[in-house]
């Protein structure tokens, strides 16, 4: 039995009966989902929230990765007692497609062939990881999620469930996100992909065969990114020029800097967990990511298109993030002001970057719980 303080884990399968259909035209099955629940439903299924993890994020959002024995990623959010009560809420995620946490993604067999899928896997975007949560939705028999949230890549997906299937979304918190991805985030994105391909243990995606893994491609994917999730003030007030172990340099290519240091144990603990056709296929998606593509442009008609002014809104960004700085938020708040629908927005102070979302943030944690609080009590939710 499923309770406030331990998570559950659980995998649904889509079969060749009702394949899913990506954007791209191609149709997959059997697709695989992972997913992990913690809280309990209630007898209206009315008190389901589903988090949308970012790019290197997975389902384990609380306790233990079953996988790589670390940590849950939104542990500061989640839990009882928490923002995202465990008490109160029955708190949903699952591994995104395209993933390598147990979700179908590039390093699993396709039945067609008996062999990984590599880059014969289809090109994916975030409106088919989007339907293919809604399956999983649909599985568990809920009708109106009470709330989607998530940040970075996870706004992505709340942006696109608000706009896609507005009925089953109550309210919306997107974090610390954009409603399509930059030149500048292509740009970097880019970087990432191409040393994973410039290594030469990639073999074209089909590592897995030959037994290695592009570890010094994937690494240097990492590291880059990883500088894009942090604000110059954090890493000079943690690093500043400060030297590894050492009382002067070396004059040669060691990792002489604090900053060196950590970034290289950043890429290669990344590495041990994580595939890096996942990340080729992951990447891609959030850059062909723009919600208003498909209404010429204008980001409100995807709000207004299918009804999303129905879904209110709670927006977050924080002010030293320049990957998906306010001002990518406030364009989506404007769209949704133009759109009529109902929205609420705030800029938390803070020197830690994009990562902010992750951490122990007092305003962040405030600002949604006063949120969600006045929402389940327009929900009829309050005091079950």
Request: charged share 20%; hydrophobic share 40%.
């Amino acid at each position: 039995m499923a309770d406030a303080t331990t998570a559950s884990q659980g995998t649904f399968v889509i079969t060749e009966a009702q394949p899913l259909t990506l954007d791209s035209g191609r149709t997959l099955a059997p697709v695989k989902v992972a997913y992990q629940t913690q809280g309990v439903l209630n007898e209206d299924k009315s008190n389901a929230i589903l988090v949308c993890h970012a790019l290197t994020g997975d389902q384990y959002f609380s306790g233990r990765n079953l996988l790589t024995d670390r940590p849950g990623w939104w542990e500061t959010m989640i839990g009882p007692g928490k923002t995202l009560d465990a008490d109160r809420y029955f708190i949903i995620c699952s591994n995104v497609l395209g993933g390598c946490m147990g979700t179908t993604g590039p390093k699993d067999i396709n039945v067609e062939t008996g062999k990984p899928f590599g880059l014969n896997f289809p090109v994916i975007t975030i409106a088919d990881m989007v339907r293919l949560q809604k399956r999983l939705i649909d599985h568990l028999g809920i009708k109106q999620l009470f709330c989607v949230t998530g940040g970075s890549m996870g706004g992505m997906q709340v942006l696109q469930w608000a706009a896609n299937y507005p009925e089953a979304v109550y309210v919306a918190v997107p974090i610390a996100t954009a409603a399509r991805h930059s030149a500048q985030n292509i740009a970097f994105h880019e970087v990432g992909r191409q040393a994973i391909m410039a290594d030469p243990d990639w073999h074209g995606g089909d590592y897995y065969a030959q037994g290695v893994v592009p570890k010094r491609g994937l690494a240097v994917a990492r590291m880059a990114a990883h500088i894009t999730y942090l604000s110059e003030a954090a890493l000079q007030d943690k690093f500043d020029r400060n030297l590894q172990d050492r009382a002067e340099v070396s004059f040669g290519f060691d990792a002489d800097f604090q900053v060196e240091s950590y970034l290289r144990h950043q890429g290669s603990s990344f590495v041990d967990r994580f595939d890096a056709n996942s990340y080729l296929y992951i990447t891609r998606a959030m850059d062909y990511f723009d919600l208003a593509a498909e209404y010429d442009g204008v980001l409100a008609n995807a709000f207004r298109a299918r009804g999303a002014v129905e879904t209110e809104f709670c927006i977050v960004s924080f002010t030293s993030d320049w990957l998906y700085p306010t001002a990518e938020n406030k364009a989506v708040v404007r769209a949704l002001n133009a759109a009529a629908a109902k929205v609420s927005f705030v800029e938390v102070e803070s020197d830690k970057g994009h990562d902010a979302f992750l951490l122990d943030e007092p305003e962040m944690f405030t600002t949604l719980g006063g949120f969600l609080r006045a929402a389940a009590v327009r929900r009829g939710l309050a005091g079950r």
